[in-house]
């Protein structure tokens, strides 16, 4: 009996341990996905390309509508651009999961569902809907709101209830409003972007400086993700950035810019230390990014600012608005950013004693003031600025957390697999 009650609870744990492996298992990967099917590579590379890959990957409930290369040729051949693909595609994106089952079992014979275009919020009126119908001998149509019915069901491709299913199409949706033109990133006035929404200051400032203006607008063909303080914020930190040297006020400027182009949903899915346009050999200039749930926040070892509006956010460049200037570790003392507070005062309105030294510690010994660490870049000269980086330690702190986390993670799936083979071991005995 002992032993049949030890199978029993031994099974069970070992059950309970399977579905604890078994979460986030409702994650996907589209690109994955179509590279089982050759026959859609021109698809699958465009969804690459446009980032809207990334887009998909992160939502849970999701129908791609892919077209083959056949019919991807009449869309490749209009020598669109990036900007404008990735519209089109992203109406191709409803942000619903419909099978094959549940498209030939659609209630009233239609239905009107929400794309990604929609969502970018760049579709007119209801342009970004798509509407579903069920027609005679079990056809299924799909065509644009207010379009033309031209492309319909051809089979599933692959299928994850109720999470992703990607299905093929006849052909591309037409529409009007999502192959409309759109300038091109390299085309665009940066710092006109900005001016015109709220970042007016920093504009101006990068205007004055030729080798970071020349640098920005080198880069954004490439791929750029510029994070602008606000007039308020910019204008309160001018005074810290008049002091700076010529070298440091360009490198300032290079800092607040990653050589990579960044949707918002790509930052919440990429937390971690990212390379700005000032990285440089030993000179790091790096930022983090961190996330907690629709909040995005960049950090440096000097301070933290929000994410609070997006510029713009087109294939190869995103431009966000921050609340607070980020100032990096190696052109700005901590101190001189979250200065301690001053001792209080005693009675008779002198300072306070400061605290009694630990105990083992011998009494009347000054200690011994750690002497700063000098500026990761000795190159930028000296400034009137409260410019010194940190000690140097700091940074392996930082990166030893950082693997620690990682770590962390794997050795919790170790720990279940162990458990799993432990049981498995003592069920078999």
């Given at each position: 009996m002992a032993k049949k009650m030890s199978t029993v609870i031994t099974s069970s744990i070992l059950l309970f341990l399977l579905l604890?492996?078994?979460?986030d298992t409702h994650a996907h990967n589209v690109t994955r996905l179509l590279a089982n099917h050759p026959s859609f590579s021109s698809f699958n590379h465009l969804l690459t390309k446009t980032h809207l890959a990334d887009e998909?990957?992160?939502?849970?409930?999701?129908?791609?509508?892919?077209?083959?290369?056949?019919?991807?040729?009449?869309?490749?051949s209009k020598g669109y651009t990036i900007s404008t693909l990735?519209?089109?595609?992203?109406?191709?994106?409803?942000?619903?999961?419909f099978g094959a089952k549940k498209l030939h079992q659609i209630g009233g014979g239609s239905a009107l569902a929400?794309?990604?275009?929609?969502?970018?919020?760049?579709?007119?009126?209801?342009?970004?809907?798509?509407?579903?119908t069920m027609l005679r001998g079990g056809k299924v149509g799909f065509r644009p709101?207010?379009?033309?019915?031209?492309?319909?069901?051809?089979?599933?491709?692959?299928?994850?209830?109720?999470?992703?299913?990607?299905?093929?199409?006849?052909?591309?949706?037409?529409?009007?409003?999502?192959?409309?033109?759109?300038?091109?990133?390299?085309?665009?006035?940066?710092?006109?972007?900005?001016?015109?929404?709220?970042?007016?200051?920093?504009?101006?400032t990068l205007l004055s400086n030729p080798g970071a203006s020349k640098t920005y607008q080198e880069s954004v063909e490439g791929g750029m993700t510029v994070f602008c303080p606000g007039d308020d914020a910019m204008k309160a930190f001018l005074p810290k950035y008049k002091n700076l040297t010529a070298p440091m006020k360009e490198a300032f400027l290079n800092f607040l810019a990653v050589p990579t182009y960044y949707s918002i949903a790509m930052l919440k899915s990429n937390n971690g230390p990212m390379n700005t346009l000032a990285t440089d050999g030993a000179?790091?200039?790096?930022?983090?990014?961190q996330n907690d749930g629709e909040k995005v926040t960049l950090t440096t070892r000097i301070n933290t600012v929000q994410i609070v509006n997006t510029l713009i956010d087109e294939q190869s460049l995103a431009i966000y608005a921050t609340d607070k200037v980020l100032l990096p570790k190696e052109l700005f003392k901590a101190s001189a950013v979250e200065a301690p507070a001053p001792a209080p005062a005693s009675e008779d309105g002198d300072v306070?004693?400061?605290?009694?030294?630990?105990?083992?510690?011998?009494?009347?010994?000054?200690?011994?003031?750690?002497?700063?660490a000098p500026s990761p870049d000795d190159s930028f000269g000296e400034s009137d600025s409260p410019a010194e980086g940190p000690d140097g330690d700091a940074d392996d702190e930082s990166a030893d957390e950082a693997s620690a986390v990682r770590?962390?993670?794997?050795?919790?799936?170790?720990?279940?697999v162990g458990l799993l083979c432990l049981f498995a071991s003592s069920w078999l005995i």
């Open positions: 604890l492996l078994a979460v998909i990957n992160r939502r849970t409930t999701i129908t791609v509508c892919a077209v083959n290369n056949a019919a991807m040729s009449a869309l490749t990735k519209n089109i595609l992203s109406l191709h994106v409803l942000l619903d999961y929400a794309t990604l275009f929609q969502a970018t919020g760049a579709a007119p009126g209801t342009t970004g809907f798509v509407n579903i709101d207010g379009g033309d019915m031209s492309s319909f069901f051809v089979k599933s491709i692959e299928e994850v209830p109720y999470n992703i299913s990607v299905i093929q199409i006849s052909r591309i949706l037409p529409s009007d409003a999502a192959s409309a033109p759109t300038t091109a990133p390299a085309e665009m006035s940066i710092t006109g972007i900005m001016s015109a929404s709220g970042c007016k200051v920093f504009a101006e000179n790091k200039f790096e930022l983090t990014v306070a004693d400061s605290p009694k030294p630990a105990k083992g510690k011998a009494k009347g010994k000054k200690k011994k003031k750690k002497k700063a770590i962390v993670g794997g050795a919790q799936a170790g720990f279940v």
